[in-house]
């Protein structure tokens, strides 16, 4: 295990409120990913990182943003939470962009009720 | 993007072999093929990758068709905690991963 940590793991929250999901890391992988996960949607990438404060768009990113400001930690920020953002939410890490080898969270449950 | 296509579902007895397939005709020269599985209430985790020569590693085999426009995760001896959904990914350097709904493999006792 890549030493992938998720808080929390899971959350209820109301419809325009903001929310912050954490990613911790404690293998100095440079490389840092968030996917979304939805029934008949498989797994969506919202936004990564290669490196402290590098980070980009990716397939869902509308409504997200991210931070990252140390190389263990990275943070997703549902700025105004609408229920379209119910999901599962994972971090994955890595050593290679886009590589082989992604590792995965637990997950964090969110509902935006 | 290039695409992968896979059934739905499978099953399979314990302790029989398992042979998941993967249908991607539109597959790059680079692209390679990548084996994600996703156990229940956990993140993907990753089984397998091969470009163009069949692979083996202590999870599973990869049998890549000589056009490689379809592959097959092969799984020798399948036990109850191999239950879960297969995802087979392509990707080429720079590209972002894309996970399709995959196969979810049933293992019957």
């Known amino acids: 295990d890549a030493g992938i940590t998720q808080s929390p793991r899971h959350k209820v929250t109301e419809t325009g409120t903001p929310v912050t999901l954490r990613c911790h890391q404690t293998?100095?992988?440079?490389?840092m990913y968030w996917y979304r996960q939805d029934p008949g949607h498989g797994l969506r990438l919202i936004h990564y990182s290669y490196g402290v404060k590098d980070t980009d768009k990716g397939e869902v990113s509308d409504g997200y943003s991210v931070s990252r400001s140390k190389t263990e930690d990275f943070l997703l920020t549902l700025e105004s939470a609408t229920s379209s953002q119910t999901s599962v939410y994972f971090c994955?890490?890595?050593?290679?962009?886009?590589?082989?080898?992604?590792?995965f969270g637990p997950g964090t449950r969110l509902t935006v009720t | 993007d290039a695409k992968t296509t896979q059934p739905n579902s499978m099953e399979s007895n314990e302790e029989e072999p398992v042979h998941l397939p993967c249908n991607h005709s539109?597959?790059?020269?680079?692209?390679?093929i990548h084996w994600y599985r996703q156990l229940p209430s956990q993140g993907p985790e990753y089984v397998i990758h091969?470009?163009?020569s069949n692979v083996n590693n202590r999870m599973a085999s990869l049998a890549i068709a000589e056009d490689r426009k379809s592959s097959t995760l092969i799984l020798h001896r399948a036990t109850l905690r191999d239950a879960a959904v297969y995802y087979c990914?392509?990707?080429?350097?720079?590209?972002?991963?894309?996970f399709g709904p995959g196969t979810r493999l049933s293992v019957l006792p």
């Open positions: 091969g470009l163009t």
């Open positions: 994955a890490t890595g050593t290679i962009p886009w590589s082989y080898e992604q590792y």
């Open positions: 293998e100095n992988h440079r490389y």
């Open positions: 539109t597959i790059s020269g680079t692209d390679y």
């Open positions: 990914i392509l990707n080429n350097y720079g590209q972002n991963f894309v």
